[in-house]
């Protein structure tokens, strides 16, 4: 699958969360963002991670309904759970990040 850079814009939905990678103490913050897709009139909601400084410095500045705009990737994600089913989604996994002021 190829990597392609892409821009999305959306209001933060739910809380933010904040977790550390257990080997580095890395920090990781995961969150929902419901982006509108303006020709079929609908929202579609998407599991966006950021990783490292970038991520304490939005958690600090990022609050529950706020407009972002993200630079980054799309991945599909894919394990097997602990009951042995086969898990899939899609991830944005962000760069950058800026907050509509």
Known sequence: MEEK???IKGR???EIRLAYTPKHQTPVVRFELATRVE???LTVWRKIVL???MALNFKIQAKKGMKVFIEGV?????FV???GRDIQYLEFRGDSIAIEV
């Open 74 to 78: 799309e991945k599909l994600v894919q």
């Open 39 to 41: 020709e079929a009139d």
């Open 5 to 7: 850079k892409e821009i």
């Open 12 to 14: 933060i939905g739910k």
């Open 81 to 83: 759970n602990e009951e």
């Open 51 to 53: 990783v490292g400084k």
